[in-house]
């Protein structure tokens, strides 16, 4: 039974998180939330409407390390920067959803469906990083892909949604979207969650550019993978792009094979892998769409991945659609599923 | 001074020539308008405002050859494969927006801004074929950066507008997205003019799969460029993605090139192009948007490029993102540039 703190409780990835573990993924003891002074003695418990055992909202200066087992981070990179290395010296296993130690050589960042080995023990950082949500959904579909026939160049563009800017972007789409109805021709100012304005419009950018162009996201989507797939030689050119859907990253993603493949080979494989949902071209539709994966929890949990295909030129390149929801499979979901693995092996709890 | 036939005259693109004509793009005696027996008779100088000398609408069947220079159809690869060879054998002149010609050998694929050089002369078969709207902007763009250093191999995802799917499109889209912004959780059902809902969706198909999984539009997006461009041999993948958003197509395109380039090269070679509008990365945003755009007539005229990038560990990888109005520049403007060039050739008019 363990004994875990919610580093921003009261966010979107946060309130999602308790969700979940009110659904029981892990043995839960007691559940400490943590939020601003602002939030502090907040009772999420009845806000949520929740059965798990959980506390009144403090703030991190009030947390004790003491009788905590996990403490999960989703305020921002800022904040675990400034804070997870504390708790984790006080013995506490930090898993960070952040960008913050992603790429640490000392930390492990970890998909439990593609690197799980490396949480066969306790990190001796104490830090567990979880990678960035569109990384997750595409590591997810590369790794057996890698098994099957060795990646060696990977395309991706992104249309990602605006449950990626929380609570306030989901409100600034559906605002806009309104104002744009009655006034089509309404232009909306620079500015907001999402640098620009979303509704019925296409941001190509997620996240500061750096010196060579690439946005914050796209590094990520470039660097995360390689480190995961311990492939750190891995081409891989990614643009990122914020669209106007509620819930749900979707990725085209075209790779480079060193072996020849078949459509029928990469469905089996496919298929054959945990945690995905297989759209076969005999199917109708043969693809995943963001609005029926935020359905139902059962697909909420998994990565959906159609249009599978094979360049009719060239046996060695091949071509995906896949979609998964960014709060739960491409954060919250990782980071149980992560707990739930080192309660597994024995070390935690 | 050019007498036009426009057949398709009262659809979403057909209704964009008669817009474009009115602005005075090429000099006209008379247009004819064709339609549908149920439009018969209709007044589209009146319904549109125009100062043009526009006739009643006609049917197909009621057309007149003898008295025609040019005849731009509009109205769907059926109708063109139908009856585009009657007006061309009778000496018109046809302008065709469909896929019906577009991979004849004998029937010349134009860009004017790419491959002028085919229209030195009347092509034998009086039929120049328009291209795919998502293939246009593409070349536009791909043409100047095979000049400066030699395409190899071409990825482009695509985000394409609803106003793709005509007026319809564009209603469907408008009522769907008030239908989810007063109950959250609709869903629609599968159907209408883009296969799957829209609204706040991505419907990764469009037009039919054939036995390799390709869509129609993507074969196009394929096959055409290599025409176009004059490469046969081109490495070019595709996904095509439909978006909602109401105007405009947009591209994410990752290139490898033969040769090394800089971020300074291409924004330069770009800049030199004719009908480009370059977003430099000293700019803020350093990208085109749709809906920014399609807001004035100069921007809708012209093919907008940003995130104009090199990777940082491959100076021959470049990516950009390519931005332009689809019934514009992706249909209207280039058929009547079509014309225009035919007429400045001094074989037509």
Redesign the interface.
Known sequence: MLRIAIVGATGAVGRECLALLDGGIVPVEKVVPVGSARSRGRDLRAELGLSLPVAEVVTLDELDPDGLDVAIFSAGAEISAREAERLAAAGVLVVDNSSAFRMRPDVPLVVPQVNPGLLDTRPGTNIVANPNCSTIQLVRVLSPLHRLAGLEDV?V?T?QAASGGGVHGLREL?RQ??TI?ED??A?GA?GGRF???LA??????IGL?DD???THEERKLVREPRKILGLPGL?L?A?A?R????DCH?E?V?VRLREPVT?AALEKALAATDGLRVYP?SQS???P????VF?TAEDRALVHV?????????DR?A?L?VVADNLWVGAVLNALQIVELATGNGWLG
């Open positions: 395309v563009a249309y559906t979207s309104e109805l089509p021709k232009q620079p640098g620009q304005p019925f419009n296409l941001v190509p950018e550019q060579t162009g690439l081409r050119r643009t792009v669209v106007p859907v509620f979707s085209a075209h459509p071209r539709p043969s693809y769409m963001p609005r029926t359905a159609g249009r599978i295909r094979v360049e009719p030129e060239d390149a071509a659609w």
